[in-house]
C-alpha cells in the first residue's frame, strides 16, 4: 500500500518569488509520482509525472519536480510564481511495476498555493 | 473526444433520494475510476474498472453505492438512499494502460445531499 503527506496545507507567497511545496510517499513497491493541480471549481489537470529515468521532470508553465529515492519525496518547485499560479496542487503516488491492471492513484491532502501581489 | 465526459455537473437530492452520475471515458481508455472529493481537499478512491469489469471496489460502500460500466455506453456511479454525508464532488478518471501514463479527469459532479 501506498500513502502520501503534503507537510504544507497552505502556502501564501508573493508574485515573482519562489515556491517549493512539498510531498513526501511511502511504498513497499516501486512507485509512479504525480502532481496535479485543481484551479477553483474546476476538475484535477495533470501537471507532471515522474515513471522513470531522470529524476527531474518539468511541465510547460514552469513547474518542476524532483525524484528523490532516498529521501522519498518528490517536492514541486518554480522559481517564480503568478497570480495564474493559484491553485489547489495535489501529490499522488500509485505502485505499477509488476503490477497487472487498474491502479489506483493515493492523494495527498493537498496544498493551497495562494500568490499575493 | 480527448476528454472524459461527466453529467451532470450539479445535482441536488433529498435525503433517502437515488443518485445516478455518468462518465463517458476517453475513447480508446480501457480503465475507468472514481473518486469522491470530501471537504474540498481529500480525494477517496471508490472503484475501478478494467473495461466492462470491476477491477478493485475496496473504497465503494456497498450497501448504497453501486457502479458499472457497460459496453457502448457511458459509466455510471448510483447512490441508493443518498445520506447528507454522500454531499461531494465525484470525478472519474480513465487512462489507456493502466496508470501510468497518468489519468485524465472529468470536471466532476458536485453531489448536493439536502
Known amino acids: 500500500a501506498q500513502s502520501v503527506t503534503q507537510l504544507d496545507s497552505q502556502v501564501p507567497v508573493f508574485e515573482e518569488a519562489p515556491v517549493e511545496l512539498r510531498c513526501n510517499y511511502s511504498?513497499?513497491?516501486?512507485?509512479?509520482l504525480f502532481w496535479y493541480v485543481q484551479y477553483p471549481n474546476q476538475g484535477l489537470q495533470l501537471l507532471l509525472k515522474?515513471?522513470?529515468?531522470?529524476?527531474l521532470v518539468e511541465s510547460i508553465n514552469g513547474f518542476e519536480a524532483e525524484f528523490n529515492k532516498s529521501q522519498t519525496s518528490f517536492h514541486l518547485r518554480k522559481p517564480s510564481v503568478h497570480i495564474s499560479d493559484t491553485a489547489e496542487y495535489f501529490c499522488?503516488?500509485?505502485?505499477?511495476?509488476?503490477?497487472?491492471?487498474?491502479?489506483?492513484?493515493?492523494f495527498g491532502q493537498g496544498t493551497r498555493l495562494t500568490i499575493n501581489p | 473526444g480527448e476528454e472524459v465526459a461527466q453529467t451532470p455537473k450539479h445535482l441536488v437530492r433529498g435525503e433517502g433520494q437515488k443518485a445516478k452520475l455518468y462518465c463517458a471515458p476517453i475513447?480508446?481508455?480501457?480503465?475507468v475510476f472514481w473518486y469522491q472529493q470530501v471537504l474540498k481537499n481529500e480525494f477517496k478512491f471508490l472503484i475501478s474498472?478494467?473495461?466492462?469489469?470491476?477491477?478493485?471496489e475496496t473504497g465503494m460502500p456497498k450497501e448504497r453505492f453501486s457502479a458499472k460500466c457497460l459496453p457502448n455506453s457511458p459509466c455510471s456511479l448510483e447512490i441508493q438512499a443518498t445520506k447528507l454525508e454522500d454531499s461531494a464532488v465525484y470525478f472519474c478518471?480513465?487512462?489507456?494502460f493502466g496508470g501510468g501514463e497518468g489519468y485524465t479527469f472529468g470536471s466532476g459532479t458536485r453531489l448536493t445531499v439536502v
Open positions: 511504498s513497499s513497491v516501486s512507485v509512479y
Open positions: 475513447k480508446g481508455h480501457s480503465y
Open positions: 478518471a480513465s487512462s489507456q
Open positions: 499522488a503516488v500509485t505502485g505499477l511495476f509488476g503490477i497487472q491492471g487498474a491502479q489506483k492513484l493515493v
Open positions: 515522474y515513471l522513470s529515468g531522470s529524476t
Open positions: 474498472f478494467q473495461n466492462e469489469n470491476v477491477f478493485d
